[in-house]
């Protein structure tokens, strides 16, 4: 055996030695075995890069940043302190240098460089590793994580690079026609020289892609519905205009489709053309895996660039929480005609997989940076005149995110997040710990507090009775299903309104948790909210199924129309003998499984802050494990917050956790923003 060939033996068995310890997963290190396999001769840097890379990819980031590795890997890596000797010992044996790094992975049959460091891109040959990035910044990845970022790039670059002819008097006409006239003359300064609703319509009309970035409140889905009238009203055959709505889950979907009729109903009157017609000819919003054709035991989609989706435009709502792999999906699945409209908070949490498409998107957009040519297009049909804050820096470079930020309009004004949940949340995502603090303890309306105790116990009883200021619990659906259908007239009409009622009532409030695990995690709470919901006899838990139970379902199922995220109630049929089903509220829609045909669910009084994304609850209570949990970031407090409506209570294993989330911004590794 070479002296290479046993220092990357040894250097496996401490990787797997590192899984043992749970600072690496079983994968992370099965990746580098799996690589010494396919190259006995493979050096010791190549294993710890790619076992480093796998553990990143299942952290949410779509690749390895190279710059920092050989220097400060903790730093990246956010181990426990225990760590810090071990790591240091083996990087020890490693390239002391980025260069010698570089060179190592280089040297590498499996690894394919395309960086700006080779002279000549290797061809593709089937290497599961790729050297990317830039001078500045090289990034290793697997191989299909990085054909999906060139995939989504070259879409983008497509998508914005060509803009269409527009009418700007008619577009004019329209755009005065549907949005109501700028209240008053405010002085001209940044926040109120421009209506960013109005104006993101007007880019949309110009190219096949539009990212409209917003707030809670700030009007995201106001500003779609008046765009797609905008579009029917200048649609050569608006007769034909074919529109699909879509969102990463079936809640989310639900509330955009509902959001976009009420919008359009209201613009019917004023609108002067068959805005009805058109919504009713628009179909259900889906999911976006039922609407890319999502099949069973695959990740291949049913629609692709092979046999591409028959629409004109699209709409995807919740654009945070799509990752790389779904939005190469998207955008391949997509006519060069299409016109595609990403609508998100760009400071919500990231999706779970990996990718932060619309983060990377919405780069820099807090500061605009419109060129000459679309504040002038931006003049000519809205009527408003962009303030120089907002505009690019003369001869600034021309690139993918520079061409992005003309087809990119944040919404900067809340309607609905005025009081003191969104003063939170703005205070949260300013990372002002300080101020947050101050806010939580000293409402005096009680529509936020943070909890003194710190105990599972005041997580449990909040849940069952809810809190003074916040009476809103699981109590109140419960208390409906106990009451049941009403007796008289039609019995189907009674078992529906009371299903629907029921369900309903249990999106009132919601436990939104940080993590699955410990005492502090859902699945912990959800026995003990179940526990104690059966002590005070609301619920009578026999077996996995009962009356009352909410389930989640979590993997998605097309034969029985379920997705990921969904929620339903377990009720009785409307026949009493028949077996009991799950019903799922879609906006007005009802429709239910047979509990039997759903093995892949979870009961559901406790949630993650990811699973929650795109649902809102008149009371919502975060709960936040020990301070020094990896999970606790600024966005995912952020996101929690904005789950609310009415009320919002914190809840913190320890005092401190709130403040060691808010300094703690996600930053996720990607060649998209480079």
Request: charged letters at 15%; hydrophobic letters at 45%; aromatic letters at 6%.
């Given at each position: ?33 799996l690589?010494?396999?396919?190259d006995?001769?493979?050096n010791?840097?190549?294993?710890v890069?790619?076992a ?7 952290r949410g980031h779509?690749?390895?940043?190279l ?26 044996t ?22 700006v ?18 001078v500045?910044?090289p990034m290793?990845?697997l191989r299909?994580?990085?054909?999906q970022e ?20 008619a577009?004019?006409h ?6 109501d ?19 993101a319509?007007a ?7 539009t990212?409209?970035?917003?707030g809670?409140?700030t009007g ?17 055959q ?7 709505l879509?969102?990463?889950t079936?809640?989310a ?8 009729d009420?919008?359009?109903q ?20 889906r999911?976006l895996?039922?609407l890319?054709?999502a ?7 049913r629609f ?26 998207l955008?391949a ?30 780069r820099?957009v ?14 000519a ?17 021309a ?41 939580l303890?000293?409402?005096?309306s ?17 849940a ?21 259908p ?7 009409a009674?078992?529906?309104?009371w ?9 009132r ?23 104690a ?16 139970r ?7 199922d ?12 377990t009720?009785?049929a409307?026949d009493p003998?028949a077996?009991l ?8 829609s ?16 406790a ?8 649902s ?24 929690g ?19 060691a989330?808010i300094?703690?911004?996600t930053?996720r ?6």
């Amino acid at each position: 055996m070479s002296t290479d060939t046993h220092t990357a033996s040894m250097v496996l068995d401490t990787l797997r030695h590192w899984s043992d310890l749970g600072w690496l997963r079983r994968l992370d290190s099965a990746m580098a075995a799996l690589l010494l396999e396919l190259d006995p001769q493979a050096n010791p840097a190549l294993l710890v890069s790619a076992a480093l890379l796998v553990h990143m990819e299942g952290r949410g980031h779509t690749c390895l940043p190279l710059k920092v590795l050989p220097t400060q890997p903790q730093a990246m890596l956010d181990w426990p302190p225990d760590a810090q000797l071990p790591v240091q010992q083996l990087w020890q044996t490693l390239p002391a240098s980025l260069e010698q790094w570089l060179d190592a992975l280089r040297s590498s049959t499996l690894v394919r460089c395309m960086d700006v460091h080779t002279a000549a891109p290797q061809t593709e040959q089937g290497q599961p590793l790729v050297l990317a990035g830039t001078v500045d910044a090289p990034m290793l990845y697997l191989r299909r994580y990085w054909l999906q970022e060139q995939q989504v790039a070259q879409a983008l670059v497509q998508r914005t690079a060509v803009h269409t002819v527009v009418d700007e008097a008619a577009a004019r006409h329209w755009l005065d026609r549907l949005f109501d006239p700028v209240p008053g003359t405010p002085p001209p300064t940044p926040e109120h020289d421009m209506d960013w609703q109005k104006m993101a319509c007007a880019v949309a009309l110009r190219a096949k892609l539009t990212v409209i970035t917003g707030g809670p409140g700030t009007g995201k889905t106001y500003t779609a519905a008046r765009l797609l009238a905008l579009l029917y009203a200048t649609a050569p055959q608006p007769q034909h205009l074919r529109v699909a709505l879509a969102a990463p889950t079936g809640k989310a979907a639900a509330r955009l489709r509902q959001s976009i009729d009420g919008a359009l109903q209201e613009l019917n009157a004023r609108a002067g053309v068959d805005l009805a017609a058109f919504s009713q000819r628009m179909g259900a919003a889906r999911t976006l895996h039922s609407l890319l054709g999502a099949r069973t035991h695959t990740r291949q989609f049913r629609f692709h660039a092979g046999n591409p989706l028959d629409v004109d435009v699209v709409i995807v709502d919740e654009a945070s929480m799509v990752h790389l792999e779904m939005m190469a999906a998207l955008l391949a699945a997509l006519p060069s005609g299409a016109t595609l409209i990403l609508l998100g908070d760009k400071d919500q949490l990231a999706s779970v997989e990996a990718g932060a498409v619309l983060g990377d998107l919405c780069r820099g957009v807090g500061q605009a940076q419109y060129d000459a040519n679309t504040a002038r297009y931006a003049q000519a049909l809205t009527g408003c005149t962009l303030h120089p804050q907002w505009l690019a820096r003369p001869n600034a470079p021309a690139d993918l995110l520079s061409a992005l930020a003309q087809q990119t309009v944040m919404l900067r004004h809340s309607r609905r997040f005025g009081g003191q949940i969104g003063q939170l949340a703005l205070a949260v995502n300013a990372g002002d710990a300080a101020l947050a603090t101050q806010i939580l303890a000293h409402d005096p309306s009680g529509a936020v507090m943070a909890s003194a105790a710190h105990q599972v116990q005041a997580v449990v009883q909040l849940a069952v009775q809810g809190r003074a200021g916040a009476p809103t619990c699981y109590a109140d659906y419960l208390r409906l299903v106990q009451a049941g259908p009403a007796s008289s007239g039609d019995a189907q009409a009674a078992h529906t309104t009371w299903v629907t009622s029921v369900l309903r009532a249990f999106d009132r409030f919601r436990l939104v948790c940080a993590v699955h695990d410990g005492e502090w995690g859902t699945r912990n709470l959800n026995l003990a909210v179940q526990q104690a919901l059966a002590d005070a006899g609301w619920i009578k838990p026999r077996g996995e199924w009962f009356v009352g139970r909410p389930a989640m379902v979590t993997r998605n199922d097309a034969e029985l129309g379920v997705f990921n995220g969904d929620v339903g109630i377990t009720l009785p049929a409307l026949d009493p003998s028949a077996a009991l089903r799950v019903y799922f509220l879609d906006g007005d829609s009802l429709r239910s499984v047979a509990s039997s045909r759903l093995p892949q669910v979870e009961t559901a009084f406790a949630m993650t802050v990811h699973k929650c994304q795109g649902s809102e609850f008149l009371h919502t209570a975060l709960v936040l494990p020990a301070a020094d949990a990896r999970v606790l970031t600024r966005e995912l407090v952020y996101t929690g917050i904005t789950r609310a409506r009415e009320s919002f209570t914190l809840l913190q294993a320890q005092p401190g956790a709130l403040q060691a989330a808010i300094g703690r911004p996600t930053q996720r590794a990607s060649g998209l923003a480079v």
